[in-house]
């Protein structure tokens, strides 16, 4: 089945230090890609996407992404957290030729002074 | 926001009662979508429209109705049916392209039953 899979539900570091959530997708071939951000309370916003080509995307708020379709994995990462980081983190998909998208369970992360 | 009002930011229901969750969008897209998401459960499709005057069940579409008069407006009606109606409510539309490049986002309607 297409799914989405986000194995961490909840993360911990410290800031200042580097972060990665993990993300795993199950396609046939391979999809759209999205990593969105969800502080308490509000809506999701977008971080980065990858569509095709350059398998290293980078984003808003010194997000970056990376590609592997050896691994059908689309890890999100930054060097360095800082304090307003703290959210929740969704993966998702969408297929080709689909306009729905499917979502991981999300990733929340805490940051720790 | 992105050009997608959600309101009211939060809603309160008594028991038995239909409410309506708003959403409308200044985007000029066709497709609009409505998720449900419980803390831990991620996001839940209720709804979704690809078109004026169409629209398909999601996933939990159990005691949840919509409309689609309007390219604009695709608002939520949490009927009496819906038995843990308590939850955050989340539009989106699809944006960019033929298909689509993934949703923007309303700020979301917190439900509350009381």
């Known amino acids: 089945a297409q799914s989405v899979t986000q194995p961490d539900i909840h993360i911990t570091v410290s800031e200042g230090a580097s972060l990665e959530l993990r993300c795993n997708y199950s396609?046939?071939?391979?999809?759209?890609l999205f990593w969105y951000v969800q502080s308490p309370g509000q809506g999701l916003q977008l971080l980065l996407k990858y569509f095709s080509g350059d398998t290293l995307v980078q984003g808003i708020k010194g997000f970056e992404a990376e590609f592997k379709r050896s691994q059908s994995s689309f890890n999100l990462r930054k060097p360095s957290v800082h304090w307003s980081d703290a959210a929740e983190y969704f993966c998702?998909?969408?297929?080709?030729?689909?306009?729905?998208?499917?979502f991981g369970q999300g990733t929340r992360l805490t940051i720790n002074p | 926001d992105g050009g997608i009002t959600q309101s009211p930011k939060y809603l309160f229901r008594k028991e038995g009662q239909n409410v309506t969750l708003s959403c409308e969008q200044n985007?000029?897209?066709?497709?609009m979508y409505w998720y449900r998401q419980d803390p831990g459960q991620g996001l839940r499709l209720i709804y979704y429209s690809q078109i004026v005057n169409d629209f398909q069940k999601g996933d939990i579409a159990e005691g949840y109705s919509v409309s689609r008069e309007k390219k604009e407006s695709f608002p939520l009606t949490v009927t009496s049916a819906q038995k843990n109606p308590t939850a955050f409510y989340l539009c989106a539309v699809t944006t960019g392209g033929i298909y689509g490049y993934g949703y923007t986002f309303g700020s979301g309607t917190r439900l509350t039953v009381v």
């Open positions: 985007l000029n897209h066709d497709a």
């Open positions: 396609y046939g071939a391979t999809p759209y």
């Open positions: 998702a998909a969408q297929p080709w030729g689909a306009q729905k998208l499917v």
